[in-house]
């Protein structure tokens, strides 16, 4: 007995995986296995012999059970301290550089501009970029023969053969919302419309895709003076400066009269500066909106009168974040867009700074 339990006892001790010993209780204890064969031999035995052997190889049969048990405790315990140690994860490295996309300066500009004119009461209206050539030049008191429509190198949609319908148009400018708000809204308006504008010209300053907002408030008593303080509190807060305005008188169809504003600025060392110096930049159209253009809209010119007026949001862009070429906007040229493009959570508010 001393033999069989040194030899399962370190026999045991020694297993490296469970399947050892599954083979070792099998041998030892299991229906044919040694000590099971031992016990089976007591019936042979004298009552005395077995009072002694009886209860000796009981002990070593738990024994042995109890070793086994351990054994497959520790195997098991092992088995799960290496699997740990092989799938640890350090949470605290720091994680992988995503890139992570920008706002384009448009889209910036754009909310910026929305923020301003919101604060003074102005929502946000938008009309389609495929136009029919009513809303884009007629309704603007634009007919058929007037020159503006060939200065403005127009984008004409296809027409079947023998369709002898007017040729839709891309517009040309923010203007034809104007229109399509009067007739939706009626008087009194007051609104902006940013959006994507088209004109087949291509240099360093112009793209056949640009972009633009107009601007439009219809009221009973609303007047030129009106529009220029919307203006110069518009630059000054989108500048984050004060800035002057020079109104130049001009002509537009749709307004009468109209005017053409500069914004004040320096040009020092080749770079303009808004709001200081005694230079002028040409930035936008406005004036009074025109009766016919009224008319048009369905609303009175006996009842109502306003003002409008039209800029480039491209061009506001450049002046204030300092891009130097149009064309680069719409490269889609990934440096350019990481180093001019805003971050996602910076966006622009008016307590965020930007407002003066
Ligand atoms: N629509 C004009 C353009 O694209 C800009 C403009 C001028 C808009 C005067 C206006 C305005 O509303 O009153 O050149």
Sequence with gaps: ???????????????????????????????????????????????????????????????????????????????????????????????????????????????????????????????????????????????????????????????????????????????????????????????????RVYRADYDQTHTPMFHQVEGLALGKDISMANLKWVLEEFFSAFFGTDVKTRFRASHFPFTEPSAEVDIQCSWEGGTVKVGEGDDWLEVLGSGMVHPNVLKAGGIDPDEYQGFAFGMGIDRLAMLKYGIPDLRAFFDSDLRWLRHYGFASLDQPTLHSGLNR
């Design 1 to 195: 007995m001393d033999e069989l339990r040194t030899k399962y006892i370190e026999a045991i001790a020694a297993a490296a995986d469970e399947a050892t010993l599954e083979e070792l209780r099998v041998q030892a204890v299991g229906k044919k296995g040694e000590v099971s064969l031992k016990m089976r031999e007591l019936g042979k035995m004298t009552p005395e012999e077995r009072q002694v052997a009886g209860p000796a190889l009981n002990a070593l049969k738990n024994e042995i059970n109890s070793a086994l048990a351990a054994k497959k405790v520790a195997l098991s315990d092992a088995a799960l301290d290496a699997r740990l140690a092989t799938e640890w994860l350090d949470v605290t490295l720091p994680s992988r550089n995503h890139r992570v996309g920008t706002i384009h300066p448009i889209s910036q500009v754009t909310e910026e501009v929305t923020a301003i004119f919101a604060d003074m009461g102005f929502a946000v209206a938008e009309g389609p970029q495929i136009e029919t050539d009513w809303y884009n030049f007629d309704a603007l008191n634009i007919p058929g023969h007037h020159p503006a429509r060939a200065e403005m190198d127009t984008f004409y949609t296809h027409r079947a053969e023998g369709d002898e319908r007017r040729p839709h148009v891309l517009r040309t400018h923010t203007s034809p919302v104007q229109i399509r708000t009067m007739e939706k809204d009626g008087a009194p308006i007051r609104i902006i419309c940013p959006g």
